[in-house]
């Protein structure tokens, strides 16, 4: 399974291979200069029973079963290619191995250094596609954010046997933007903005971004 072409921004997705009901939660703190912090975080706590058992094995449907070793490593990888990308800074990492919650942080100069971190993570896994390695544009003259989302998922989920589509079952996606300015509007007709005005969330389920039901893509004006 090429989780890694579907989802180069998930950091330890290759842990969810193992567990459906699980939860990416995607915060970007964006300041009006386009600076600001983002944060990505895998909560697979719903599963951590069934977890803590599967770790203990082998393989399962096919595939080898991570070593908290492995999954560490791998965290740490991102984190050392984060930190060596220009605009990138404060980078931290969070590895719960008793819930199953997984997290990366960091600071930003701009929206193309952030970007640059999932090119360069795609280029280290020898990943040939480029549709995601521009998640995000900010416009500072006009304050607007553009979460870009084109991925050919479908055609790669179809790839997949019937054991491992099951794991994106119950599987939820959600976006937390927060900005300095009000919010005056968004065009992803599921986002739902805070009392203050000041705050975005989008809440979608995985498959339905699959079938291109729902979508990540989202266009926020700022007033």
Do not use: W
Request: with cysteine.
């Amino acid at each position: 399974m090429k989780t890694k072409s579907i989802y180069p921004l998930i950091l330890i997705f290759v842990v969810s291979l193992f567990s459906s009901c699980f939860e990416l939660v995607e915060e970007v703190t964006l300041n009006n200069d386009g600076s600001g912090e983002f944060e990505f975080t895998a909560n697979l706590s719903q599963s951590k029973t069934k977890l803590k058992s599967i770790m203990l094995m082998d393989k399962i449907n096919g595939h080898k079963v991570p070593s908290q070793a492995d999954v560490t490593k791998e965290i740490v990888a991102i984190c050392t290619l984060a930190k060596k990308t220009k605009g990138i800074s404060k980078v931290s990492r969070s590895i719960d191995f008793e819930n199953f919650i997984f997290s990366f942080k960091c600071q930003f100069d701009s929206v193309e250094a952030l970007n640059s971190v999932v090119k360069n993570f795609r280029l280290s896994k020898k990943v040939t596609n480029k549709n995601h390695d521009k998640q995000f544009t900010y416009d500072k003259k006009k304050k607007i954010l553009y979460r870009n989302f084109d991925a050919a998922l479908k055609q790669e989920y179809t790839r997949l046997n019937a054991e491992d589509k099951k794991v994106f079952k119950g599987a939820t996606y959600v976006s937390v933007y927060r900005f300095q300015k009000e919010v005056k509007a968004t065009s992803n007709s599921k986002t739902k903005t805070s009392p203050n005005n000041k705050a975005t969330m989008l809440k979608v389920n995985v498959l339905d971004v699959i079938n291109k039901k729902s979508s990540l893509k989202n266009t926020i004006k700022l007033k």
